[in-house]
């Protein structure tokens, strides 16, 4: 039975000292039970996240363009999809469709551990398999996002979209180290397989979290049309330049963990190897959603998202330049960091300048941008077909670090974003 939304005032918080401001919104019942089930929810894909991209490399001899298929096949969905995955969590529960998806996307990991198992797997066929799941994570990602001011409230909106970033950074840090280890010295199927585990267990959990979205539908007074977003996001200024941002933020800075393969050749490691920087990068990733979690309300977010993008793009340059292993894992670091926090900062912003009822087409919107994300993924391994890996890599986060101080000097009307 569908457990239906109030519209009750949340109870005060507690007094906290400054320190303990990082976890606030976890006081809020709603909130912590459904921050308690995306942790399970995250670590299934961030394994997923290192086991589709390294199984499809390997099983094409590790050749860059086909990883880059892989992952442009796992992307392509966006463009056509989301218009209507953000209006169906604009009307509809959010908290059942991602129970949904998460059902959907333990089956596709069962069917390809089964594949391997059984040795009948090509590297075509997990591209195929990756639109699948890419489909189904079109309407997962407008509406895991869209939900948090529901349920925590407009006072913790910061707070919680930093504590859900953080979530997904802990998994980040941990599941990819995991999931290669499995995949090196056990074999790819035991990495889906916890995959598989890990859905499970956000599903059962889900169950416990609260059902959101009816509410607004109910009270709606715009068009529920998937179009009504791109209308909106037009005429709302606000809403317009930050969903710009959000084109450069996804298309040339979103593939950058799925690329993370090409440091195969020139930093001489492993799938297990690949996992260690994926582990590096979750470190640097919470400890920047950490720092934005624990700012509150801050009140200078178009400064904050524009350092963030910034020191990602810096970062992600000179990963691409080192030639030690233990230097790029430290640079993985400051990678995470500026990836995390510029993402924490932009969402907050999205979710603050919408309206209560558009959030879920805002959202999508965002997410649509993903589906420009093969055109820049295909690029960047076309150039690693050429030139090389670090080459290609350092190429991305040249135009990414371009483009934050382009922002910084030339953008007055995001640097004035609260």
Not at 60 to 83: E, Y
Not at 95 to 109: E, V
């Amino acid at each position: 039975m569908t457990e239906a939304p109030t519209n009750a005032p949340e109870p005060p918080a507690p007094r906290r000292r400054r320190w303990l401001r990082t976890f606030d919104a976890l006081d809020v019942p709603a909130y912590r039970k459904y921050f308690l089930a995306m942790l399970f929810y995250f670590g299934a894909m961030q394994a997923t996240a290192l086991a589709r991209p390294v199984l499809a490399f390997d099983l094409a001899d590790r050749a860059p363009i086909a990883l880059g298929v892989a992952i442009a096949a796992n992307n392509a969905p966006s463009l056509a999809l989301s218009p209507f995955a953000g209006a169906l969590a604009d009307k509809t529960s959010m908290r059942n469709i991602l129970i949904g998806a998460a059902a959907l996307m333990a089956l596709f990991a069962a069917a390809t551990a089964a594949g391997v198992a059984a040795g009948v797997l090509a590297w075509w066929h997990v591209a195929l398999i990756g639109v699948l799941q890419g489909s189904v994570m079109v309407f997962i990602t407008p509406t895991r996002r869209a939900i948090i001011p529901g349920l925590a409230g407009e006072r913790h909106l910061l707070n919680a979209t930093g504590l859900h970033t953080m979530s997904q950074n802990v998994n980040r840090m941990l599941m990819p180290l995991a999931a290669g280890a499995l995949f090196a010295r056990v074999g790819p199927e035991w990495a889906y397989l916890l995959i598989v585990a890990l859905y499970a267990i956000a599903l059962a959990l889900l169950f416990r979290a609260p059902s959101q979205g009816e509410g607004a539908a109910r009270k709606r007074r715009r068009s529920g049309s998937p179009w009504e977003g791109f209308r909106y996001a037009r005429q709302t200024p606000v809403i317009r330049n930050l969903l710009l941002i959000g084109l450069v933020i996804t298309v040339f800075g979103q593939p950058f963990q799925h690329l993370l393969p090409l440091a195969q050749d020139f930093l001489n490691i492993e799938a297990d190897g690949v996992g260690l920087l994926f582990t590096f990068f979750g470190l640097g990733s919470l400890i920047g959603s950490t720092t934005a979690a624990s700012l509150g309300d801050f009140q200078r977010k178009g400064l904050l998202l524009v350092g963030f993008f910034t020191l990602f793009g810096l970062s992600v340059a000179a990963f691409a330049a080192s030639s030690w292993l233990w230097l790029s894992l430290l640079l993985m670091l400051p990678v995470g960091v500026g990836h995390s926090g510029r993402t924490v900062a932009h969402l907050t912003a999205l979710q603050a300048y919408s309206e209560d009822e558009m959030r879920g087409r805002v959202q999508a919107l965002n997410a649509m941008m993903g589906g420009l994300i093969p055109l820049a993924v295909l690029g960047i391994t076309g150039l690693a077909e050429v030139f090389g890996g670090r080459a290609a890599l350092g190429a991305a986060g040249g135009v990414i670090a371009a483009y934050g101080v382009w922002e910084a000097l030339g953008a007055k009307t995001l640097r004035a974003l609260r």
